[in-house]
């Protein structure tokens, strides 16, 4: 049996049927761990047409937020290439698209990027924010963080 929100984490992204799989207390957890794992100052972040993907973003800023993230940079609705672009732009520690692109309307997910839109896929950090999001651990929020 799959541990907390982490049957949707795949090598590369985030896809998952909503809100079976995917839904705003994950994303909220997604926030807090990418926040953590990245210790993010400023991050970006947008979302697909998606009816779910508002939802998702909002719930992933909540995240950041509490997280100790000083600057959340929400550009909203947008393709994934806007935070490729903008993460660089804006000079942030990392970006997250709320996207499931071409798979079904009942899908949503997320793509990862660090500092100069690098993406976070395979074994550069999936698996760590993965285990943090089903573990739920966080670090408190300090000055430091932020």
């Known amino acids: 049996m799959p541990?907390?929100?982490?049957?949707?984490?795949?090598?590369?992204?985030?896809?998952?049927?909503?809100?079976d799989e995917l839904n705003a207390a994950i994303a909220y957890r997604i926030g807090r761990a990418f926040a953590q794992y990245v210790k993010a100052g400023?991050?970006?972040?947008?979302?697909?047409?998606?009816?779910s993907s508002p939802e998702l973003s909002e719930a992933v800023m909540r995240g950041f937020a509490e997280g100790g993230v000083s600057d959340v940079?929400?550009?909203?609705?947008?393709g994934t290439e806007?935070?490729?672009?903008?993460t660089p732009h804006f000079d942030a520690d990392g970006g997250i698209m709320i996207t499931a692109s071409h798979n079904p309307k009942q899908y949503n997910g997320m793509k990862f990027v660090r500092r100069g839109s690098v993406p976070?896929?395979?074994d550069t950090g999936p698996n760590d924010i993965r285990d943090?999001?089903?573990?739920?651990?966080?670090?408190?929020?300090?000055?430091e963080d932020a």
């Open 73 to 78: 940079i929400d550009i909203g609705m947008c």
């Open 3 to 19: 541990k907390y929100g982490v049957s949707s984490f795949k090598a590369y992204d985030i896809r998952g049927v909503v809100p």
């Open 120 to 122: 976070i896929s395979g």
């Open 132 to 143: 943090l999001v089903a573990s739920a651990e966080f670090s408190p929020a300090s000055d």
């Open 82 to 86: 806007m935070i490729y672009f903008a």
């Open 42 to 51: 400023r991050v970006v972040v947008g979302h697909d047409i998606r009816l």
